[in-house]
């Protein structure tokens, strides 16, 4: 799992948000914040215009003495950048809608004529949602509270040091009805329904 690196006002910076959407290419679940949209949308933009000015610079060199352009895609450069940067366009594009509460249906809209392209990105530029929605908790520092996060707490030798003392300490009985408690209800809950049916 990807340890992101929040700025004083929630943005992300371009590693991190690069990490993200290589580590998370493959997940539709989740939200993402606008610079996790941006900064890749960003890097993939300037590849592409690269790859198109490599494109061109093939087809000028093919065709400069009368010969055919290359048939084949894999001569090109954009095509297999497109393919591979293709499904992680798609899912970083869904949770950058959960983050700013719309459904990843709302993708479909690129599909209307003219307007469509306009109407996407404006969706992409939303803000976040500063509350927990169906896809998760908000990402980066609390808005509404000035404490950072527990995940976002930089873990330390002496965090491990403590970790282990509590672990070595025996627990109250109170702790001990609580943690009785807790497995009785998970068997109600789980294993108790498994084997009535």
């Not at 950048?81 to 509460?101: E, K, Q, W, Y």
């Not at 392209?117 to 509404?144: C, H, K, T, Y």
Request: hydrophobic residues 45%.
């Amino acid at each position: 799992m990807c340890v992101f690196r929040y700025g004083a006002n929630g943005m992300v910076g371009p590693i991190s948000a690069l990490e993200s959407y290589v580590f998370n290419a493959f997940r539709l679940n989740g939200r993402a914040t606008r610079s996790e949209y941006v900064w890749p949308a960003l890097a993939y933009t300037l590849l592409l215009i690269l790859a198109g000015v490599a494109d061109a610079m093939t087809l000028v060199a093919a065709t400069q003495d009368g010969g055919m352009p290359p048939l084949s895609p894999l001569a090109y450069w954009s095509v297999p950048l497109f393919l591979l940067c293709m499904i992680p366009n798609f899912t970083v594009a869904i949770r950058r809608l959960h983050d700013s509460g719309k459904s990843g249906a709302w993708m479909l809209v690129m599909f209307v004529p003219m307007v469509g392209g306009i109407v996407f990105l404006i969706l992409m530029l939303l803000p976040s949602q500063d509350r927990e929605n169906a896809w998760g908790q908000p990402r980066g520092p609390s808005s509404d509270s000035g404490a950072p996060r527990a995940r976002d707490h930089k873990a330390s030798a002496l965090d491990s040091y403590a970790l282990l003392l509590q672990s070595e300490a025996e627990p109250s009985p109170e702790e001990v009805a609580r943690r009785k408690q807790e497995v009785h209800e998970y068997f109600l809950r789980n294993v108790s329904r498994r084997t009535a049916s």
